[in-house]
């Protein structure tokens, strides 16, 4: 079935948004603005002081259990650890998810609707090897709970490995029908592909290096006041392997000169909180490459939304420089 193209499903889901407001306690008059444009469409709603937002899910991505797993984590991680998580506001009935309808749209959209968190994301023209820092601590408070945690019975998330990344069902779609991969350019993120595959089998999936990640742990999605930092958005929270939240933390800058540095400012934050091997070490760089080649895929398969259209013109030229550096340190140039 042919989907909705998104400049006609937008103002769809605003009216949904406005419709939906009275399924939890919103102050009567209250506007909604778009914030983002991802996975999923979020909203501001403001009326006067009151300010919360609203994440309206896309359809098929994931199933409303998922969805609730999704929140007993980050509910599980601000009770029991010092990750800030972002308070889910239940609606009126008492349950956190929310669906809802309207006349012009084609299914029936899931909705949460989250605390409004006061602060702003890091600001990336500055220094941010502190910022970085501070994720490497949050990361490892995170892989430290998800080891001790009991999780639901019930619990579903989705899995971010090699074959959710390339294989025929990817979740994102094949990094090679992205823009700018070329006939020149395909073979060689081909062998990119091989090499990294093969390393992540050897390197395994045992819980301690396996488990339940953030998955989208970059500077974006923290929220920085003067009341500490704040981790939001764990929409793609799932099973992968925890030093995937570090190459998730240089996502889109890969190729940033001062990567070098963001990753020892990362290491030395998570290593005051939880032991990283010699052998964990060794494969950071793999662990980039496969987030790269994960996002490369990702703009081609959301290529109607703003910040994919902004990457897509250098983005797949700049991977095969990175897949040329990381080939010959791996010897397979």
């Known amino acids: 079935m042919a989907q909705t193209p998104l400049k006609d499903l937008l103002p769809r889901l605003q009216e949904l948004a406005e419709a939906s407001l009275s399924l939890w306690n919103v102050p ?50 601000g009770q029991e650890t010092e990750v ?16 809802n309808i309207t006349h012009r749209l084609k299914n029936a959209r899931d909705m949460v609707m989250f605390e409004f968190i006061n602060g702003a ?8 090897t502190h910022h970085f820092q501070e994720l490497g601590q949050i990361a490892a408070h995170c892989h430290n709970h998800v080891l001790s945690w009991e999780k639901p ?28 991969v070329t006939d020149e350019i395909r073979p060689l993120l081909a062998r ?12 395994g999936k045992s819980p301690e290096r396996f488990n339940l990640i953030h998955a989208d742990m970059r500077l974006a ?36 000169p001062r990567v070098p540095e963001f990753k020892a400012a990362w290491l030395r934050g998570y290593s005051r909180f939880r032991a990283l091997s010699a ?3 060794a494969e950071i760089d ?21 910040e994919p259209q902004a990457l897509a013109p250098t983005f797949a030229k700049n991977t095969a420089k990175l897949a040329r550096q990381y080939l010959a340190k791996f010897g397979q140039s």
């Open 84 to 99: 800030v998580t972002p308070r889910v506001m239940v609606g009126k009935d008492g349950a956190r998810i929310q669906h």
């Open 221 to 256: 999605n923290l929220i920085v006041a003067r009341e500490g930092t704040r981790l939001i958005d764990f929409d793609d929270c799932g099973w992968g392997w925890l030093l995937y939240d570090l190459a998730a933390a240089l996502s889109f800058m890969e190729d940033h």
């Open 286 to 306: 793999t662990f980039i490459m496969i987030r790269r080649l994960a996002l490369l895929a990702w703009i081609g398969s959301h290529i109607e939304a703003p």
């Open 153 to 180: 019975n019930s619990f579903e998330r989705l899995t971010w490995d090699d074959a959710a990344i390339f294989g025929p069902d990817a979740t994102w779609g094949h990094w090679s029908d992205a823009p700018g």
């Open 121 to 128: 994301a890091p600001d990336e023209a500055g220094d941010l």
């Open 28 to 77: 009567l008059g209250a506007e909604v603005q778009l914030i983002n444009v991802s996975e999923n469409v979020t909203y501001l709603v403001q009326a006067g002081a009151f300010k919360s937002v609203l994440r309206i899910h896309r359809v098929g991505y994931h199933s409303r259990r998922a969805i609730m797993s999704e929140l007993d984590w980050l509910t599980a991680l």
């Open 192 to 203: 990119l592909e091989n090499t990294v595959v093969a390393r992540l089998e050897a390197f």
């Open 279 to 281: 052998s964990d070490e």
